[in-house]
């Protein structure tokens, strides 16, 4: 019987055999070498992805933030009506699980409500750690702030710094709003301008709808000196009529409430005086409402009428008061000053 380890296809088998065991040595000892450099990068690796992760986190977290939270704790959690959490005294006094607790079952008694949805809230816990994320995320270069459970405390923030930290979440630092989100404009030439200071100011302090009563976290002063931002912006004349106070100081804005002046030599007022008893080509306001503005059997007391309902009712607003010759813009403005200045007001 011949013997098959003589044969050809024993040889090519022993062969074969050969190549497969030297390249599995090979393959051995690259992966005796490859283990090494694994160790090295996979580290750093690791980091890498830790890292990506906390900046997709952070930036997720930044738009919950910024939808959520800016309207109370400010832009970057830079502060307003709430404490300042972007803050390094603040983040330094919590860690992470502390940070995220905060969020999802708030601080009972305050207006810091829950925000996890298994107690109400509109978070998931994923946005709620994405938030967290973003807040440590500014701790490096937070600013130090001492009064970060009441930033708005500072006395030496002017009408501007108030309004950038209370008011410009929802009207934007240029006032304009956004009508599509309801909030509206602000800015010169808007409505609310037309209204008057006291308007204002209550508006601000009682608040309105969605928008918060400053009236607990703001002084009158500071609401005053906001008002007077909004007339001015930072060109603030050295005398206003605007933003009564209480005659103390407003850092950073006149204390001046009300300017000497009267239709002898003012010609704003003087041009209200001739509208307001004699208007050119018709009936003066004073035939229907008084010489003192105080009402008459043919006309209301409108000694408290706003910017915009005196606007209203000369401009045709009101049937009785559809005037064939209407007033120039400049005229209304002249017969409500000379309203104010007559009725002892500020505006």
């Known amino acids: 019987m ?187 030439g808007s409505i609310t301008q037309q209204e008057s200071d006291e308007w204002i100011i209550a508006r601000i302090s009682d608040g309105y709808k969605e928008m918060p009563r400053f009236g607990r976290v703001l002084t009158q002063d500071q609401i005053a000196s906001i008002v007077v931002f909004l007339r001015f912006g930072t060109d603030v004349p050295v005398t206003t009529t605007t933003a009564p106070t209480t005659g103390t100081t407003v850092p950073g804005q006149p204390t001046t409430t009300t300017i000497e002046a009267n239709p002898d030599n003012d010609d704003v007022l003087a041009l209200g005086e001739v509208l307001f008893q004699q208007r050119a080509g018709g009936h003066g306001c004073q035939e229907c409402h008084g010489s003192d503005a105080g009402g008459t059997p043919n006309g209301p007391n409108i000694t408290g009428a706003s910017r915009t309902a005196i606007t209203n009712a000369l401009n045709g607003g009101i049937p009785d008061m559809d005037f064939q010759q209407k007033l120039t813009a400049d005229e209304v403005e002249a017969v409500y000053r000379y309203l104010l200045w007559l009725t002892g007001r500020e505006g």
Not at 146 to 153: I, S
């Open 2 to 188: 011949p013997d098959k380890r003589n044969s050809p296809e024993h040889a090519e088998l022993e062969a074969s055999t050969a190549r497969w065991m030297l390249a599995g040595l090979v393959l051995m000892g690259m992966f005796v070498l490859a283990f090494p450099l694994f160790r090295f990068y996979e580290p750093a690796q690791r980091a890498e992805a830790r890292t990506q992760q906390q900046e997709f986190l952070a930036a997720q977290g930044a738009e919950v933030f910024a939808a959520s939270c800016e309207s109370c704790h400010g832009v970057a959690g830079s502060g307003a009506i709430a404490p300042a959490i972007g803050s390094k005294d603040f983040l330094d006094s919590v860690d992470d699980p502390q940070l995220s607790q905060l969020i999802s079952v708030g601080i009972p008694g305050s207006e810091m409500v829950a925000y996890s949805l298994d107690f109400g809230g509109p978070l998931t816990s994923e946005e709620i750690t994405a938030v967290t994320t973003y807040l440590r995320s500014l701790e490096e270069g937070a600013p130090q702030m001492a009064n970060w459970r009441t930033p708005l405390d500072d006395t030496s923030l002017s009408g501007r710094d108030l309004f950038v930290l209370a008011c410009s979440r929802c009207h934007g630092v240029d006032l304009k709003g956004d009508v599509e989100l309801g909030y509206p404009d602000i800015s010169q």
